[in-house]
């Protein structure tokens, strides 16, 4: 019984330390240009917050964003009516895992009211997926558009 409860309070803690992990993550790298709160920066980064959960409804959505961290991509983007023109790098540096926790905070975090009734977080497989078949630009913006 006392191993049980010691391997609990282990799961438990573990997957606390992933959903900080990812926080820690947006914080130090996605945070200057999407801002703290995922609200983007007016004509230079695109919101994050309100518009992505939706896209979790829909394959498109689900390669879309692995695809856009993993190649990145510049140039016009329209969302929320307003167009943004700018380069959002890739971050290939960061492990799959590490991906998928940040993708899975900007989700949980700023986008929950928006998820499909029977999301399921990103997995790192899906980043490791879309790392061996590096998306182009043109499959990221016809994603982009399927799943808007």
């Not at 590490?98 to 989700?107: G, Q, R, S």
């Not at 977080?121 to 182009?136: C, F, G, H, N, S």
Request: hydrophobic share 50%.
């Amino acid at each position: 019984m006392k191993r049980l409860l010691s391997s609990l309070i282990l799961a438990l803690a573990a997957g606390v330390a992933g959903a900080a992990d990812g926080k820690a993550v947006y914080d130090a790298n996605c945070a200057a240009c999407h801002q703290p709160d995922g609200a983007g920066a007016l004509g230079l980064a695109p919101p994050l917050a309100g518009t992505l959960g939706k896209r979790m409804a829909v394959p498109e959505g689900r390669k879309y964003l692995p695809g856009i961290v993993i190649a990145g991509l510049a140039g016009k983007m329209e969302s929320k009516g307003v167009m943004y023109e700018g380069i959002m790098p890739n971050w290939q540096q960061f492990s799959d895992a590490e991906l998928a926790a940040v993708l899975n905070h900007v989700l949980t975090t700023f986008n929950a009211a928006e998820l499909p009734a029977d999301f399921k977080p990103i997995e790192a497989d899906e980043l490791a997926a879309a790392r061996a078949k590096k998306p182009t630009a043109k499959e990221l913006r016809a994603w982009r558009a399927a799943s808007q």
